[in-house]
Structure formats: structure tokens, C-alpha cells
């Protein structure tokens, strides 16, 4: 079966910086075709796309990370990173891993249980 778990999450204080890391295992088709983004969540707020990255190599990020955050990925690992400088209280949330994949009728998602971010002084 399908494992994507991430790591590296905890507690920091504002302008400090964490390093997420998400590992696949079990996908049906190679790790370098899969689109691999991480989403967050925080109470009350609804889940949101923080960061992308395609099969192409290609990023994408929202604009609230933009300029701090720095996704990556290692297909020879089946890894993904999202580098996050300059944390700040509003960056308080959960995050999540997915790996998706497309076909002709419709996108596959995976995703990991979650891991805490807590960005306070």
C-alpha cells in the first residue's frame, strides 16, 4: 500500500526556520511522474495548497510563502522538501504531504497523516 509520511515538524519561534521532509513508498507508478505539493491547515481555516511541485520540475507557491518557502524534490529518494525560512504565528498549522497522479478521468491523491508546525514566542 501506498505510505507518504512526513517529518519534521515542531514548535519555533518567529523568523526561525524548519525543513519538512515527506517520504513515498508503494505507488503504483514511478515517484518521478507523481505532482508532489504540501498542504497545510490550521483550526478554523479551510486546507490550503502551500506549495507545488510537477513532474516537470516546475514550483508553484502561494503567496503568502512566497519568497520564504522552497520546495524540492529527490526522485532517486521518493522525497520531497519544503524548506520554510522566516516562520511566522500564521504559518501555524498542520502539513500535509500529498503525491498525485492524473489519467484521463481523474487525479489520484495520496496523502500523509500530518505533521505539526507551530510557529509562537
Known amino acids: 500500500q501506498v505510505q507518504v509520511v512526513e517529518s519534521g515538524g515542531g514548535l519555533v519561534q518567529p523568523g526561525e526556520s524548519l525543513r519538512l521532509s515527506c517520504a513515498v513508498s508503494?505507488?503504483?507508478?514511478?515517484?518521478?511522474?507523481?505532482?508532489m505539493s504540501w498542504y497545510r491547515q490550521a483550526p478554523g481555516n479551510e486546507r490550503e495548497l502551500v506549495a507545488g511541485?510537477?513532474?516537470?520540475?516546475?514550483?508553484n507557491y502561494a503567496d503568502s510563502v512566497k519568497g520564504r518557502f522552497t520546495i524540492a524534490r529527490d526522485n532517486a529518494k521518493n522525497t520531497v522538501n519544503l524548506q520554510m525560512n522566516n516562520l511566522k504565528p500564521e504559518d501555524t498549522a498542520v502539513y500535509y504531504c500529498?503525491?498525485?497522479?492524473?489519467?484521463?478521468?481523474?487525479?489520484?491523491?495520496?496523502w500523509g497523516r500530518g505533521t505539526q508546525v507551530t510557529v509562537s514566542s
Open positions: 500529498n503525491a498525485a497522479i492524473r489519467d484521463s478521468l481523474r487525479r489520484y491523491n495520496h
Open positions: 508503494g505507488l503504483t507508478f514511478s515517484f518521478s511522474t507523481y505532482a
Open positions: 511541485i510537477a513532474s516537470s520540475g516546475g514550483r
